[in-house]
């Protein structure tokens, strides 16, 4: 810990020398940004490249993403629905088992993955969708993440399958682990290590967070009007500061700190929004006859209605990060005999985070209108002027409730990024305090760059991570369902029982 402390203040100070000569020498600072931004837009390029599919242009990543949604929701018998209510009896103990393996409670697996989802995708990425795709996207966005509760299900009960219980207790999960052991037990396994280790490479430059640092930057710079070069890499070093003292401390740290900071900030965040929502109550039928009719509306052709689609299709999955793989780090080290009871309480994130937070910030804005002001606003910037039109202080209580929300997605990719580390690069101790270096000096550019492009470079980077756990996860469909069978026949004939060893 000491070695890593000299690292850190190392690598900031470095960067805190850094930061202000190059916002003192213009033409260097634009050269820099410039540089990144030019990068990331041809990344972005490449990624969301379009087909032409019956005469219209749809970006092959966005539908190849949509397609196992809708698939495992039908083919697990509405396991999104049927399932919901068991879920909450899982998340508040009452199948809870002191014995098994796991480092945290169920409950705190789903929050620790929860803060990487409740966040800044809620309040930024909904005015982004709305900002660009209309009140519409909103519509989409709601039944994509409908949908993304089934994806959610099926990859969290693999992670937790397959997860990797150390002598120490300490567990390591995900895609990279599920891959390779769920496929080579089905005989594939040299497709599951391509698959994996082809997942862990691309899923490795996800330590970028940089749209959780740019988002809080702005959310702070609406109330304080502090928007200058240097506050900018100033903050971008604090919130590499106040991440490296969270981490040190491994999962049981970063759970601690998101299940108390979650409830909290999503209480704030939603008690502002009912309160706007309670004072409109009667314009939110004609909101939400808006959202519909935008949703099928054909005024740019059909074009432009796919085109609706898929802009709540990439905010949505950002939003839920159903498919990518992510959340199954977190969910594999909660203390459970049962993989597909926890994937029964993971597919509660979609539904909290998209069906219920998301729709309340696409209220918010519709029904005060600011979307349509025509002022430019996008991201939280959009949502911070619609709470502020109804609650002239409300704006400062979003800029710390939306850099609560950054700062939380942050620590939990933290851990997932950590996790991706250790698998490419081995877990020893001087492994893992590079890592953290590494992930927390990342952190301090993301401020300088434009919402369109770190929005750019997390979609980007995002998309590619999905496509081989979506492959593992189609090829491993029949195993999971014979598996939520299993779990559902033995629920009926007591052989589960309620808080009692088993």
């Keep these: 810990m000491t070695e890593f402390k000299r690292a850190c203040i190392a690598a900031f100070a470095a960067m805190a020398i850094t930061a202000p000569s190059l916002a003192a020498d213009e033409d260097a600072r634009s050269g820099f940004v410039q540089t990144l931004a030019d990068a990331i837009n041809a990344l972005g390029d490449f990624v969301f490249a379009q087909v032409d599919i019956f005469g219209l242009q749809v970006e092959w990543i966005v539908a190849f993403l949509a397609l196992p949604m809708i698939l495992l929701t039908f083919y697990f018998g509405f396991v999104n629905i049927t399932s919901f209510r068991r879920a909450w009896h899982i998340l508040r103990g009452d199948f809870h088992d002191p014995a098994a393996d796991g480092e945290v409670t169920q409950f705190q697996a789903l929050s620790t993955a929860l803060s990487g989802t409740v966040g800044l995708g809620n309040i930024a990425g909904v005015a982004v969708a709305i900002s660009t795709g209309g009140p519409g996207a909103t519509f989409w966005m709601i039944l994509i993440g409908f949908c993304a509760m089934s994806l959610k299900f099926a990859e969290c009960t693999l992670g937790v399958k397959y997860r990797d219980v150390r002598a120490d207790g300490t567990v390591a999960g995900g895609p990279m682990y599920y891959l390779e052991r ?111 009719s935008s949703a099928f509306s054909l005024e740019a052709g059909m074009g432009g209605l796919i085109g609706t689609m898929i802009i709540a299709m990439q905010r949505a999955v950002y939003s839920t990060e159903a498919g990518l793989g992510s959340a199954t780090m977190a969910h594999a080290a909660a203390q459970t005999k049962e993989p597909v009871s926890e994937g029964m309480v993971a597919l509660m994130e979609p539904f909290i985070d998209t069906v219920v937070v998301s729709t309340m910030t696409a209220l918010v804005i519709v029904i005060t209108g600011v979307y349509l002001d ?39 990719w933290a851990y997932y990024s950590g996790k991706i580390w250790e698998f490419i690069f081995n877990g020893s101790k001087r492994s893992m305090t590079l890592f ?19 929005y750019t470079l997390i979609d980007s980077m995002f998309f590619l991570m999905a496509i081989p756990n979506v492959i593992g996860i189609y090829l491993m469909a029949p195993e999971l369902k014979a598996d939520l069978k299993s779990y559902l026949s033995r629920l009926r004939a007591g052989q589960i029982g309620r808080n009692t060893p088993r």
């Design 374 to 412: 025509g002022a430019g606003a996008a991201g939280v910037s959009l949502t911070s002027a619609a709470f502020g039109s109804v609650i002239s202080w409300f704006p400062w209580v979003l800029a710390v409730a939306a850099f609560l929300f950054g700062y939380s997605t942050i620590i939990s």
């Design 182 to 292: 769920g496929l080579q037990r089905r005989g594939w396994g040299k497709a599951g290590k391509i698959l994996a280790w082809t997942y862990a490479l691309l899923a490795l430059p996800t330590l970028m967070q940089v749209a959780q640092v740019n988002q809080s930057f702005e959310a702070v710079s609406v109330v304080t009007g502090l928007d200058s070069e240097p506050a900018r890499w100033g903050f971008g070093i604090f919130i590499a500061i106040i991440t490296a003292i969270v981490i040190i401390g491994g999962l049981r740290s970063i759970a601690s700190v998101t299940s108390r900071l979650v409830p909290a900030m999503a209480g704030i965040y939603i008690t502002g929004a009912l309160v706007i929502i309670g004072g409109h109550i009667t314009e939110v039928p004609a909101a939400f006859a808006t959202i519909v």
């Design 436 to 454: 953290k270096v590494i992930f927390c000096t990342a952190l301090i550019p993301g401020a300088v760059l434009s919402v369109s492009e770190v």
